[in-house]
């Protein structure tokens, strides 16, 4: 595996809920700070949040309060649970080291509609 394997997206309403999956590829994956990107359509990516090796957390200030993002360092995934869903947030959600050196993964749809 080279490439980050995101997964748990879908189509739900707003004020929903979601929790997103990422198994990040190679070794020293405990001392990277890992990151969830998204990038909406016509839309550059962006970093949505990211978790570094002591837990400490960065968060959008657009979605902050309403994503969390915490890590396994056994199983070498990066999880991102995101509530109160707006259709605002609805991309395409990619996970990387939160200065990307990760080949980008095929992200995971997230739609927010009704």
């Known amino acids: 595996q080279v490439q980050p394997a995101e997964s748990g997206g879908g189509l739900v309403q707003p004020g929903g809920s979601l929790r997103l999956s990422c198994t990040a590829p190679g070794s020293l994956f405990s001392i990277k700070t890992m990151g969830w990107y998204r990038q909406a359509p016509g839309e550059q990516r962006e970093l949505v949040a990211h978790i570094n090796r002591g837990l400490s957390t960065y968060y959008a200030d657009s979605v902050k309060g309403r994503f969390t993002i915490s890590r396994d360092n056994a199983k070498k995934m990066v999880y991102l649970q995101m509530n109160s869903l707006k259709p605002e947030d609805t991309a395409v959600y990619y996970c990387?080291?939160?200065?990307?050196?990760?080949?980008w993964g095929q992200g995971t749809q997230v739609t927010v509609s009704s």
């Open positions: 990387n080291t939160a200065i990307p050196t990760y080949v």
